[in-house]
């Protein structure tokens, strides 16, 4: 049996396996997560072995720190995999809810309800906590799932869905609802985008590459998400302390993430007060900058940004900066060079933070806080399958909503439409 005879029959079994996943009952999918949450504590050692093999041919073949620090996997994060599992189980089952009911006038009731999608292929780079994120979300909504992780962490990925099917065995689900597609790199991706009559939709996590690879050949319907070129616009009326640490948080703290600052819009009016401080402490960090000419003209030793620039997401410890003369420039250059990801202002005025808020065409906006925060853990989902950036279906972080869809229930007692 070749690799595509092998990859549509675990694929088949996925589908077979998608009525029974329907129909599982609250109790038993959080009995799963728990029990994979013990499974991940216990082999932990085991888990970071395997990641190790990852990271050091990553290492060989000379892969950018921030790929590294996506793929790394240590005792804390492995933890905190763990601990996200547990929160999910904590999280209400959203298959099922009645969401909207109504009764017409010739007296049929018509609910409407949330029930699973069926099966979900998710598509990704580097990042091995997809893997456990993207299985318990699925599952604690009903979905079977379909893995496709990336050739650089095939080793942390093999252990992590072993450990997934073991937990699924231990519950008395059918393992099969899982499948891990390991084969054939980006050939394989292709071959599964066909599978329409076997997967019901695709969710690609990655760089630009995968994305647009994924959009332009999918039969099936895909909900991306793409890159986060994010800012953070200080305003005039900015308390200048907190929008430094603003600033510093959402570049800073981990600049390998989708939802970290990319660039620093500042308003022409307080840039002279407020750059250099901001400058020094982005330069103590490590933090490479470019600037518009406003702000060579301001501060020193800063690289001369270029068009490039504003549409960039570098993952790593680079910063674009722009002076802008107003919270409407503002917004006009991040509806241009955005991604429609995170975006935030910093202001004391209300009127203008509003305004902001409302005009800015991003999934999360934010006023006085860090786009760090857009993440499922932190907006109280207990994990996500991702951040999307379209607009249709799901929106922001997705987690157990997003991934059901609905239908309506109609109930009547004999009637006939004339």
């Known amino acids: 049996m070749n690799w595509k005879e092998k990859l549509k029959e675990e694929i088949k079994r996925a589908r077979d396996a998608s009525f029974e996943f329907s129909q599982l009952a609250t109790e038993k999918k959080n009995e799963f997560l728990l029990i994979l949450s013990s499974l991940l504590e216990e082999k932990k050692d085991r888990i970071i072995h395997e990641n190790s093999k990852d990271i050091e041919k990553c ?52 609910k409407k309800i949330r029930v699973p999608i069926g099966v979900i292929g998710i598509i990704y780079e580097s990042r091995p906590d997809v893997t456990i994120e993207a299985a318990s979300l699925c599952i604690k909504s009903g979905n079977c799932v379909l893995l496709k992780g990336g050739k650089e962490s095939i080793n942390s990925n093999r252990i992590l869905t072993s450990l997934i099917k073991e937990a699924l065995e231990k519950t008395g689900i059918n393992s099969n609802g899982v499948c891990y597609m390991g084969a054939s790199g980006r050939q394989s ?17 990655g760089g630009t590459s995968l994305i647009e690879t994924v959009s332009e050949h999918s039969l099936i319907p895909v909900i991306k998400h793409y890159k986060g070129v994010c800012h953070t616009y200080v305003d005039r009326d900015a308390d200048l302390t907190m929008a430094q640490e603003i600033c510093y948080n959402a570049k800073v703290q981990r600049p390998a993430t989708c939802n970290a600052m990319e660039t620093l819009l500042v308003h022409i009016d307080i840039a002279k007060e407020f750059l250099p401080d901001m400058v020094k402490k982005f330069r103590d960090a490590g933090v490479e900058m470019r600037g518009c000419p406003e702000t060579l003209s301001i501060v020193d030793a800063i690289i001369p940004a270029a068009e490039k620039d504003w549409s960039e997401e570098y993952l790593n410890l680079i910063l674009s900066i722009k002076i802008v003369k107003d919270v409407d420039e503002a917004i006009a ?38 786009t760090r925060f857009t993440d499922g853990g932190e907006f109280g989902m207990g994990a996500e399958i991702g951040i999307s950036t379209d607009k ?13 869809i609905y239908k309506y229930l109609i109930y009547g007692n004999g009637q006939i439409r004339s």
């Open 59 to 110: 290492r060989k073949n000379n892969y950018s720190k921030a790929f590294i620090d996506r793929l790394l996997l240590t005792s804390e994060r492995v933890s905190k995999m763990s601990d996200s599992l547990k929160r999910v189980a904590l999280l209400k089952d959203p298959v099922g809810e009645i969401f909207h009911q109504d009764v017409r006038p010739n007296g049929m009731v018509i």
């Open 189 to 205: 991706v292709r071959y599964i985008l066909k599978m329409k009559e076997y997967i019901d939709l695709i969710i690609p996590r």
């Open 333 to 370: 250059h991040i509806n241009k060079y955005g991604t429609k990801h995170s975006d935030a202002i910093v202001t004391s005025n209300k009127k203008t933070a509003e305004k902001f808020l409302l005009s800015v065409d991003s999934a999360c906006v934010y006023h006085n806080a860090s």
């Open 392 to 404: 249709l279906h799901a929106r922001g972080p997705m987690a157990l909503e997003e991934l059901t």
